[in-house]
T-cell receptor, first 116, second 113 residues
């Protein structure tokens, strides 16, 4: 089946630093990847849609300068949390959709970010 | 606008008894519907999906769901719960023709021996 990986799985950083999270589709090409955020005991909230070779589309209320997304290839999208603050601590999950398919998204295992 | 409502935030069942997780949706077009499971500290796993084919959808691990347009429901069932079914379950609906997803609030399933 389609596998999506995320790196790192865990990251702890100091307030004010930037953190980059990678999302890779391992065995398929993904024109579109999605980034979600999940707070403890809550559901996933879509942050942005990442399309290969173009600018990401952000959901309402998500600061694009805070959460930089780059989708430079068909197998890699990155999310950079810039100048992280404790309120950015969360579980970040990416998903990837097989190129040419409008249907199933395959999810990565998530990255837990803790900002001290 | 599309939305999805999971009617139970918490379900507790005994091992070997049936599981029912309820989901209602609203949509201005014919959506695709999914059930995902999330085990503690693990990624999301697709259980099953409905994409306008058969209304009774069979998924992995013995789960199935029935799409009922008249009731705008997509309830998830399993005849006999296992301890390994303890997890968070999300009902998910596509919100547009590009396949953007909206998640329900989730249902925490506890399985007791």
């Amino acid at each position: 089946g389609a596998v999506v990986s995320q790196h790192p799985s865990w990251v702890i950083c100091k307030s004010g630093t930037s953190v980059k999270i990678e999302c890779r589709s391992l065995d398929f090409q993904a024109t579109t990847m999605f980034w979600y955020r999940q707070f403890p005991k809550q559901s996933l909230m879509l942050m942005a849609t990442s399309n290969e070779g173009s600018k990401a589309t952000y959901e309402q209320g998500v600061e694009k300068d805070k959460f930089l997304i780059n989708h430079a290839s068909l197998t890699l999208s990155t999310l950079t949390v810039t100048s992280a603050h404790p309120e950015d601590s969360s579980f970040y999950i990416c998903s990837a959709r097989v190129s040419g398919s409008q249907e199933t998204q395959y999810f990565g295992p998530g990255t837990r970010l803790l900002v001290l | 606008a599309q939305s999805v409502t999971q009617l139970d935030s918490h379900v507790s069942v005994s091992e070997g008894t049936p599981v029912l997780l309820r989901c209602n949706y609203s949509s201005s077009y014919s959506p695709s519907l999914f059930w995902y499971v999330q085990h503690p500290n693990k990624g999301l796993q697709l259980l099953l999906k409905y994409t306008s084919a058969a209304t009774l959808v069979k998924g992995i691990n013995g789960f199935e769901a029935e799409f009922k347009k008249s009731e705008t429901s997509f309830h998830l069932t399993k005849p006999s719960a296992h301890m390994s079914d303890a997890a968070e379950y999300f009902c998910v609906v596509t919100t547009d023709s590009w396949g953007k997803l909206q998640f329900g609030a989730g249902t925490q399933v506890v399985v007791t021996p």
